[in-house]
């Protein structure tokens, strides 16, 4: 496995917008020469009531799924029998209900904090009873994390590029702020999109992007961000991206999709795994085309939905 090799250029990028002023990272070569690449078997888990499943979150053997249909918002799986225990959060205007929300577990249990953008409000609930709530104030969020709640860090999209913002939702004041400018080809400016992660246990945060070969992994230490790094990496003759990124203890787990076509079903989809100094570790190719994941730390499982269909697939780490 060899090291990486610093990338001379691209040393500073300015983070607008933060009390810290300006941040500065460096990017270094991310290896493609994995020293184990293996195929997998998946099960497959036909549960009616999954279709169109955004999000996927995992704690104590309960998997948490948000769909984009109705009735159901957002319900729960009992991993030991694939049973649904309980279903929250209808979708809809009306008390009680929710319309375009972010979910977040706290403290890796069944407690949620629940973002929703069109009331312009969060909640924070255990077993379907609100426990406290409060304003989000005129922003819209995206992709939320509890980083040590009352801090929370969100996706912040504009015309120019992207933020990853960290919020006291208590006083409605964000504390930092990392600028992700857009890509620029041939001279025009080409929006781009990230998923990421963070790790209570370690601090750690990690990015990857929606249309780019490149990993972005950190610190968040106080409501800072910190100890930034980029991993790129070249994609050959392929297009190389990301869906999906997931923290596992030391190592990272990233979902890329290779050449895909959803309206054909081309290409593959492989998990990357690599350790926080960005050497790689072990590539798992897929047989299905996967969009998001989650790790179930207890049982060992990884879960994954697909791009192509409404079922939810498993294997053994």
Not at 101 to 130: C, F, G, H, P
Not at 144 to 149: K, L, R, S
Not at 203 to 208: I, P
Not at 245 to 263: E, M, R, Y
Request: glycine share 6%; hydrophobic share 40%; with cysteine.
């Amino acid at each position: 496995m060899r090291l990486l090799n610093i990338i001379v250029i691209c040393l500073t990028i300015c983070i607008a917008c933060s009390p810290s002023g300006h941040k500065q990272y460096i990017q270094y070569e991310k290896s493609s020469d994995f020293s184990e690449v293996v195929e997998i078997a998946v099960d497959t888990l036909e549960i009616p009531l999954i279709a169109h499943v955004s999000q996927i979150l995992s704690a104590d053997s309960i998997i948490k799924i948000q769909t984009e249909g109705t009735p159901m918002w957002v319900y729960t799986l009992n991993l030991e029998n694939l049973s649904v225990p309980d279903s929250i959060f209808p979708k809809g205007d009306g008390p009680g209900e929710y319309m375009n929300v972010a979910i977040s577990s706290i403290n890796d249990t069944n407690e949620l904090l629940i973002v929703d953008n069109r009331q312009m409000k969060w909640y924070r609930i255990a077993k379907n009873v609100v426990m406290e709530s409060g304003n989000t104030g005129h922003f819209i969020v995206s992709d939320i994390h509890d980083v040590g709640f009352p801090i929370v860090g969100y996706v912040d999209f504009r015309s120019d590029g992207l933020r990853l913002k960290i919020r006291d939702l208590h006083i409605g004041v964000d504390t930092d702020s990392l600028v992700i400018p857009n890509i620029n080809l041939h001279g025009e400016s080409i929006v781009d999109n990230f998923v990421w992660d963070y790790d209570k246990a370690t601090g750690r945060f990690a990015l990857a992007f929606t249309n780019q070969n490149k990993l972005l992994i950190g610190r968040i230490t106080s409501g800072k961000l910190d100890d930034i790094k980029v991993l790129v990496g070249n994609s050959m003759s392929n297009h190389i991206y990301y869906t999906d990124v997931k923290i596992d203890g030391d190592k990272l787990w990233a979902l890329t999709q290779n050449d895909v076509n959803l309206d054909t079903y081309d290409g593959h989809s492989s998990i990357e795994i690599y350790d926080f100094d960005g050497n790689p570790i072990k590539k798992i190719k897929l047989p299905v085309i996967a969009q998001t994941t989650a790790i179930d730390q207890i049982k060992s499982i990884v879960f994954l939905v697909s791009a192509t269909d409404d079922n939810l697939y498993s294997f053994r780490k």
